[in-house]
């Protein structure tokens, strides 16, 4: 008989006298053995089946859907193949697309030319979730999805939803009368957060570009003030060799990408503080061509964050389109550090985008979606509403293990 190798199997034995006389005592003797055996058998069956079952659950938790990330439309949320420069005066490092020629770079920060790293830096990668596909009721604004496209699928961030009217407020969209932002609700609860883009950062500067009347800046870079005066930024552009300039809605990423720039109306003012009990804070933004501000009270030692999305008109403020940014102390005593001011997304069209398409009107199935790189992205702003059918399912960002 032979077995699957071709070799001659243990049953083809024939048995001796030598071998018939001992098999008694082999016997008994195989009785022991056979049961240590069976229990040596039995717990490899249970390690082999406790193996198996891990890779069973360890394959069924590996993403099926596993897609990497092509070009900047979603930028900086998710990013394609792309470079890192680095600025060594501010010690600042951001991702760039390239297109790969040998134009230089210079911060977006300070104005310095950078380093770009010779290496490519891998794309983000997301998880296509396909189950959606056929229940989109369940997508909300805010989330991401991939889109089907012709060679490739097409990730963007649904704005509205059937039954949402689309209108415009100037350049600005505006959903169901509010801004395509508070219509997403808590954007920072969202799958994929809403990125935010700082640009200017007081301890990255030796010399500062605040200033007021009664405050001091120590050596460590903390502010400090003996009244209620004003600090006031001052914004000086990179592209105007570092001149008195208002802020541009400009995605440090987008260096080799032709855009057309508007002014930013949407900022947030981040800052260590400390102070003895409680302090009350004024904050001060230039927005829509005029002063609006927001008092927040503080304790002790905490981080301020403070947007510009909470202020209100204010009669006379610090503020103009070069002086965007302010603050002062109404009570209490405070050093403030590590002030940062960062433009926050605006969903809006571009210059030479089509205004008679507004208003929309969503009707059933139908959905309004736009990328997070708003200058470049090409989405319902050109190419329109776009059908559930077309939606393959919702996207979030893989971290791997
Ligand atoms: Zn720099």
Known sequence: MLDHSGNIAPDDFVPNAEYQASRKQRVSLGKSVDRRRTVANLFFLVFLAVVIAWIGWHRGRAPAGLFAIHGSSMAPTLLGEHHVVGCVACGLDWPVTMSGDESPI?????????????????????????????????????????????????????????????????????????????????????????????????????????????????HQRIWESSDASWLVYHHRSIHQQNQSSVVWDDYPCNVDVDRKLQLANRFVLTAEVACQGEALLEVAFWLNQQPCAVVQRVTVESNLVVSSDDATVMSLGPVAGEYPVAIRVLEGSVHLSRLVVARQIEYRLRPQDDRTLYPIQLGRGEYFVL???????????????????????????FQSP
């Open 106 to 218: 210079y911060c977006f920060h300070c104005g310095k030319q950078v380093q770009v790293s010779e290496r490519i830096h891998a794309a983000s990668r997301v998880i296509l979730n396909e189950k959606l596909a056929v229940t989109t009721d369940v997508l909300r604004p805010g989330d991401v999805v991939a889109l089907r496209g012709e060679s490739m699928l097409r990730v963007k961030r649904i704005a509205a939803v059937p039954g949402d009217t689309i209108e415009l407020d100037g350049a600005y969209l505006i959903v169901n009368g509010k801004s395509v932002v508070q219509r997403m609700g808590r954007e920072q609860q969202l799958t994929l957060p809403l990125p935010i883009l700082p640009f200017e950062l007081d301890h990255r500067r030796s010399q500062s570009r605040w200033s007021g009347k009664s405050w001091r800046r120590s």
């Open 371 to 397: 990328g997070d790189n708003v200058p470049v992205s090409v989405d319902s702003r050109d190419f329109g509403v776009i059908s559930s059918d077309s939606i393959k399912g919702s996207v979030e960002l």
